[in-house]
T-cell receptor, first 113, second 113 residues
């Protein structure tokens, strides 16, 4: 079945470090790909998305590129801040126009000052 | 404006009891989604509504689970004969139309004792 595999956490970095959270997927069709973030005490929020191969999603300094050849959508940020501490979820959707999402297990990120 | 509201925020119930979880979507949102998130896992899709009708209920685990959205706004997730394995955070999300970002509520934490 369709699935998403994320880098296991927790991940702890110092402020201004470079961040990569790996995400790979398995899908029977041609999915849209998403990164969601959950800050402490808040609901899930869409961070960025990409809907076709080689698209790059970006938001708040985070980027991820849809790589069909490696079935990956790795999340990167050049210089993390303490406020980036959160749980990050990679997800896919195979239904055009619907948010029927398949999520990875989440990666908890902690940034120390 | 108000986001997606879920009530109650926490619910503790005894095994075998019936529970109802409520979701108030953002006003005007036509699509509504229910997900379940077990501890340490990503959310799992349960059901989604387009208007009043369930467009896809393929994620409901068994016939103890049922959801309604009678007027195309508020939705209720109903669980009969609760089991300890039903303990999880139940998330609701809504979106304007099928092809837009879904906004998540903070969830209802259900504990079956």
């Amino acid at each position: 079945g369709d699935s998403v595999t994320q880098m296991e956490g927790p991940v702890t970095l110092s402020e201004e470090a470079f961040l990569t959270i790996n995400c790979t997927y398995t899908a029977t069709g041609y999915p849209s790909l998403f990164w969601y973030v959950q800050y402490p005490g808040e609901g899930l929020q869409l961070l960025l998305k990409a809907t076709k191969a080689d698209d790059k999603g970006s938001n708040k300094g985070f980027e991820a590129t849809y790589r069909k050849e490696t079935t990956s959508f790795h999340l990167e940020k050049g210089s993390v801040q303490v406020s980036d501490s959160a749980v990050y979820f990679c997800a896919l959707s195979l239904i055009q126009g619907a948010q029927k999402l398949v999520f990875g297990q989440g990666t908890r990120l902690t940034i120390n000052p | 404006g108000a986001g997606v509201s879920q009530t109650p925020s926490n619910k503790v119930t005894e095994k075998g009891k019936y529970v109802e979880l409520r979701c108030d979507p953002i006003s005007g949102h036509t699509a509504l989604y229910w997900y379940r998130q077990s501890l340490g896992q990503g959310p799992e899709f349960l059901i989604y509504f387009q208007g009043t009708g369930a467009a896809d209920d393929s994620g409901l685990p068994n016939d103890r689970f049922f959801a309604v959205r009678p007027e195309g706004s508020v939705s209720t997730l109903k669980i009969q004969r609760t089991e300890r394995g039903d303990s999880a955070v139940y998330l609701c999300a809504s979106s304007w139309e099928r092809n837009t970002e879904a906004f998540f509520g903070q969830g209802t934490r259900l504990t079956v004792v």
